[in-house]
Nanobody, 126 residues
Framework: QVQLVESGGGLVQAGDSLRLSCTTSTRTFSNRHMGWLRQAPGKDREFVASISKNTSTTYYAESVKGRFTISRDNAKSTVYLQMNSLKREDSAVYYC???????????????????WGQGTQVTVSS
């Protein structure tokens, strides 16, 4: 079992920035592709960004490309999501997620992830 704990959410104004963090105590962190996904009220959970286990590859949803940056520190077993130029439509619960150890392809959809954090709320006001 992989436990993931997100932090850093909050209430901000449009145009502001936030950095989300996700930590885990699992020793397998550096061997897992990681991702951030989000779910707004009344909507399906959607992919936001992902990063490969060796940090060489990142993917972003079109809606956040150029504004969000995903990164990770394997020594700290932590993955980050830097969110700049936030918009009202970015308001959602943000989830950190991990792929299985055997995953060879970096995930770009919710179905690629097998472990999930509890989520952190991000609310952007205009």
């Amino acid at each position: 079992q992989v436990q993931l704990v997100e932090s850093g959410g909050g209430l901000v104004q449009a145009g502001d920035s936030l950095r989300l963090s996700c930590t885990t105590s699992t020793r397998t962190f550096s061997n897992r592709h990681m991702g951030w996904l989000r779910q707004a009220p009344g909507k399906d959970r959607e992919f936001v960004a992902s990063i490969s286990k060796n940090t060489s590859t990142t993917y972003y949803a079109e809606s956040v490309k150029g504004r969000f940056t995903i990164s990770r520190d394997n020594a700290k077993s932590t993955v980050y999501l830097q969110m700049n130029s936030l918009k009202r439509e970015d308001s959602a619960v943000y989830y950190c997620a991990a792929q299985g150890l055997g995953s060879t392809t970096l995930g770009k959809s919710t179905g690629a992830y097998v472990y999930w954090g509890q989520g952190t709320q991000v609310t952007v006001s205009s």
